[in-house]
């Protein structure tokens, strides 16, 4: 597609429930980025994927919290036991060297909301 | 460690009226700057960036920004704001790591 796609669009779901949000980069994009960002607050780094490179996991705030993506294509990420602190907006970026060295390309994110 | 400081949560100004959003950040070698608007319920759209060159950086819809070295300062600057500008606005540095740096966005408020 044009630009970096994220699904579901909104989430409602109780606490202690699993979600999985999903995040379509940019075709040929070989970074993907995952940020939460809290109402009201800045991005907060979850995770990063290079290539076929290990990820950079540093910045999941539990083990709650993973991430998987098949070779340079879809990402999840997976939020397990939802508690209500993880309502958040969940944004996805793609990059690519060839476009221009680290400009990040946005999904219009997940609206997570846990009651 | 990098670090980004956007010193004003929330900035108010007229329609027409001039607009400075004041970016600082902290970085070890020469940074990667960038700024990014985000308009209600959208992602983030890159406004322009820095990498090297022309320390005056001429963005989409009207912006630019200058990077001042010497303050450790990135502050985007527009001359005439419309309403259409309303949204908020983060702030980006990054550089080897590949992970970029946000600050925690200003918020432009725009009264007609």
């Known amino acids: 597609g044009a630009g970096v796609s994220q699904s579901p669009s909104n989430k409602v779901t109780e606490k202690g429930k699993d979600v999985e949000l999903r995040c379509d980069p940019i075709s040929g994009h070989t970074a993907l980025y995952w940020y939460r960002q809290r109402l009201g607050q800045g991005l907060e780094f979850l995770i990063y994927?290079?290539?076929?490179?290990?990820?950079?996991k540093s910045g999941l705030p539990s083990d709650r919290f993973s991430a998987e993506r098949t070779g340079e294509s879809v990402s999840t990420l997976t939020i397990q036991r939802t508690q209500q602190e993880d309502s958040a907006v969940y944004l996805c970026?793609?990059?690519?060297?060839?476009?221009?060295?680290?400009?990040?390309?946005f999904g219009p994110g997940t609206r997570l909301l846990v009651l | 460690a990098q670090s980004v400081t956007q010193p004003d949560i929330h900035i108010t100004v007229s329609e027409g009226a001039s607009l400075e959003l004041r970016c600082n950040y902290s970085?070890?070698?020469?940074?990667?700057l960038f700024w990014y608007v985000q308009s209600p319920g959208q992602g983030l759209q890159l406004l322009l960036k820095y990498f090297s060159g022309d320390t005056l950086v001429q963005g989409i819809k009207g912006f630019e920004a200058e990077f001042k070295r010497s303050q450790s300062s990135f502050n985007l600057r527009k001359p005439s704001v419309h309403w259409s500008d309303a949204a908020e606005y983060f702030c980006?540095?990054?550089?080897?790591?590949?992970?970029?740096?946000f600050g925690r966005g200003t918020s432009l408020i725009v009264h007609p």
């Open positions: 970026a793609s990059s690519s060297p060839l476009a221009g060295g680290e400009t990040q390309y």
């Open positions: 980006a540095v990054g550089g080897g790591s590949y992970i970029p740096t």
């Open positions: 970085y070890g070698a020469t940074p990667y």
């Open positions: 994927f290079q290539g076929n490179s290990a990820p950079d």
